[in-house]
């Protein structure tokens, strides 16, 4: 689980190695286009954010140039204090030079105009802004901005040379504050893909609390409880129990555990209304969803597990091909849509879901370790 926590707060993944090294290049690109024929830039990193950035871009850039850095402080903890304070300085005679700056971030647009200040009497033949990150939301200056790798929303980050408070420059990602201190997971697919098996397994293996709606109703249903009545009738059809009352069971079994590291949902959400209701009930918590990981299995092999999981289970939806088959068409015709509800949040992963368990659990854990 990748939720980092640097001094007091909590991190989440934003940007990968690889979206990172391809803002790089797209930059790394566009400046080599500007460039008239043998010229020789000098670029000029500021320091400390835009070490690493640095590094990369010239090791990207082809052709000859030269690297120097300054270096200023407008940051404490996670604001900027709006004062440029420190600056250690350049040496190089610049007249007539193309200086290219390759900064990690602007955001306010305080550090760039220190930037255009020092070298308005410099004599360069032109001066030039390279920022891998930018975020429009706060920028508030009317300064020019040549080549931009992404711009972001106004949210604090870390990792690839930039900090809080000193530390994560060595992350080699991107990673945004957040308030969500827990992990949690929807175990998706199909009835009979293996949710139980390996959720049972995984809560273990990553600490999490293991919600499954299903053993949650038939529970109510052994005991007799108002809930259980309620439910029984329509999962014995091998319907779904109507969202209403599967959601409001949901939030009371998350807010029984107030403390958990995080969850493991399984068999919820199962239309779109519970995936809307179960992003809501997070986010009042500062929550959310890290992704919904999903069994893939053909449908034929699912009825004959069913079956064989009936001959045990002592489950009436279990025993009977055509309530099974129900299921299967709850399931297509309600469910099967929340891959793209996922999808579109870029937070499905589709697993292979046949093979023995222990095959499968690996296969899962590997997708479970990026989230
Ligand atoms: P399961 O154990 O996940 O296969 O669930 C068994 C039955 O419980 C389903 O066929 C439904 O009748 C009911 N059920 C479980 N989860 C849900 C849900 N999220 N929404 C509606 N019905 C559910």
Known sequence: ????????????????????????SYLVKQVENDLEENEIPLFIGILNGSFM????????????????FVKFASYEGT??????????????????????????????????????????????????????????????????IDYIGKSIPDKFIVGYGLDYDGLGRNIPSIYQLTTQKMTNIVLFGPPGAGKGTQATILKD??????????????YNIKNGTKLGLLAKSFM?????????????????EVDKNADAKGFIFDGFPRTESQAKALDDFLSEKGEAI?????????????????????????????QDESKIRNRFNEYETKTAILQHYYEDQNKYFGVNGVGSIEKITLRLCEVFDTL
């Open 1 to 24: 689980m990748s939720t980092l926590k640097i001094h007091d707060k909590y991190f989440k993944p934003y940007k990968s190695k690889k979206k990172i090294a391809k803002y790089v």
């Open 53 to 68: 950035f640095a590094a990369d871009f010239i090791r990207e850039f082809k052709g000859e140039c030269e690297i120097s």
């Open 79 to 144: 604001t900027s204090t709006g004062q440029v304070k420190k600056l250690v300085g350049i040496n190089e005679n610049l007249e007539g030079r193309t200086v290219i700056i390759l900064e990690d971030i602007i955001d306010t647009g305080n550090t760039l105009t220190e930037i255009y200040n020092i070298f308005k009497d410099k004599k360069l033949k032109q001066l030039r802004i390279a920022t891998l990150f930018f975020k429009p939301d706060v920028f508030r200056k009317e300064l020019h």
């Open 205 to 218: 293996k990553y600490d999490l609390i293991h919600i499954s709606t299903g053993d949650v109703f038939r």
């Open 236 to 252: 014995d059809k091998g319907d779904l129990v109507p969202d209403e009352v599967t959601i409001n069971m949901l939030k009371a």
């Open 290 to 318: 890290n992704g919904m990981v999903a069994l893939e299995v053909e449908e034929d092999l699912l009825v004959k597990r069913l079956l064989k999981r009936g001959e045990t289970s002592g489950r009436p939806d279990d």
